[in-house]
C-alpha cells in the first residue's frame, strides 16, 4: 500500500461523505452505529463520534458493555432500540460482538424491518450465522493474516512464533482458520509455534488483570527461548498494548501485526503518542520514530490504514446512498467498493469468505492489505 494513500485520507473521508450525506433539506432518515467503548477500540469510537458531531441530524451511535460475552442482552436491547425507531434506515455494528445474529434476526423478521440495512463489521459470530442475519458483513482476512505474520516471522528470521488466545476466541471459526494458517505456514519455515493461554479480559480478571498476565509473561517467555528471535501473536483487541509495551523493551522479541491491523490499534495508548485520527500518515511517523529511538523499527508492522475505522466510514457513505435508493437494493457491491475507495483513498478490492469445506459467503466481504516497513517513513 502506498504510503500516499495515507496522506489524503483524511480529506477523503470529510469531503466524500459530505457529498454523500449533506442536502439542502433535513435528511429523512437515521444511521445508527454500535461500537464498542474506547476501551475495547478507541478508533471505532473516534470514527463513531466524528460522524455524529458532522451529521448530528442523521447518525446515532451507542456503545455495547465492555463485558460484552456477559451481557449479550444488553447489547441486543440496544440494537432493538436503534430499530424501534422508524427514521432508522441502517445499522453499523463495529465491532459486531456476539448478539449481533440475534438482534438482526428480530429486527428483520419479529420487528418486520426488512427496510433497514444491516451492516457487521469484525464479526465475532460464525460466518454461516451472521452472514444469513446480516445485509453485508465486513472481516479483515483473517485467514491472510495468519499468513502474513508467519512470513514476516520468517522474514525476520525468528525461530519461535507464540500465539495468545483464550477459550473464547477459539471459538470463533475464523479466528482458529487464522492460527492454523499461521502455524502450517511458520512451521514450513521451520519456526517452532507455540500456543500459549492468556486470560480472557470479560473474564473475572478484566482487562488490567488480563494486560497485567501478557506484560508478566513475554519477559518469561524470552528467558525460555533466551538468545532466539521470538514473534509474537495475540487475537485480542484490548491486550495489544500489554503485548506492544513488552516487546518494544525485548531486543529479540517482534510484533507483526494487532489482531485488527492498523497504525492506532493500541499502539498510540501503549507508548504515550498522540493519536492523530485525522493524519495516518503522521501517525505512521510517529510511531517509525518512537520504534526507531526504541531500536525497534525493524521489529515492528501493521496496515497502513485503520480498517475498522474505514468500515465505519465506507458503511456510513454506503448507508447513506442505500436510504436515499441509490444502490441496487442492499447488497450493491461496486458501490460498496466506491464506498471504501472514498473512505480510504485507494481502491480496494473486497474478496468473500470461503469456509473450510469450500462454503462461499457472498455478503461476507474480506478486507486485505499488505504489511508495511516503519523504516519507510522515518524522518
Known sequence: MKKLVALFMALVMVLGLANIALADDAPAYKIAIMTGTTSQGEEEVYAATSLQKEFPDIVVHDTYPDNFSSEVETTISKLIAFASDPDVKAIIFVQAVQGATAAFTQIANEMGRDD????????????????????????????????????????????????????????????????????????????????????????????????????????????????????????NCGLQVALQQAIVNEPNAYYALPCCPSPYHGFQEAFGLTATYGDVEGAIKNLANYLNEHNAVDRFSTWSLPVNMSMINAGFEYACLYAQGQTDGKVDLAVLEQCFADATGSEIELGTYVDADGNEYDNYLLIALEPIDFADYLN
Open 116 to 235: 433497514i440495512l444491516l451492516i457487521a463489521g469484525v464479526p465475532a459470530e460464525d460466518p454461516a450465522d451472521i452472514s444469513a442475519a446480516t445485509d453485508i458483513v465486513l472481516a479483515n482476512d483473517e485467514i491472510g493474516c495468519g499468513y502474513q505474520v508467519a512470513d514476516l516471522a520468517n522474514i525476520w528470521e525468528c525461530d519461535v512464533l507464540v500465539h495468545y488466545s483464550f477459550a473464547r476466541h477459539l471459538s470463533y471459526e475464523t479466528i482458529v482458520a487464522k492460527r492454523d494458517a499461521m502455524k502450517a505456514t511458520a512451521e514450513s519455515y521451520g519456526i517452532e509455534f507455540i500456543e500459549r493461554d492468556c486470560p480472557d479480559p470479560t473474564g473475572d480478571a478484566g482487562m488490567s488483570g488480563a494486560q497485567a498476565a501478557v506484560l508478566e509473561d513475554i519477559p518469561k517467555v524470552m528467558q525460555e527461548y533466551a538468545g532466539k528471535k521470538v514473534c509474537f501473536y495475540c487475537t
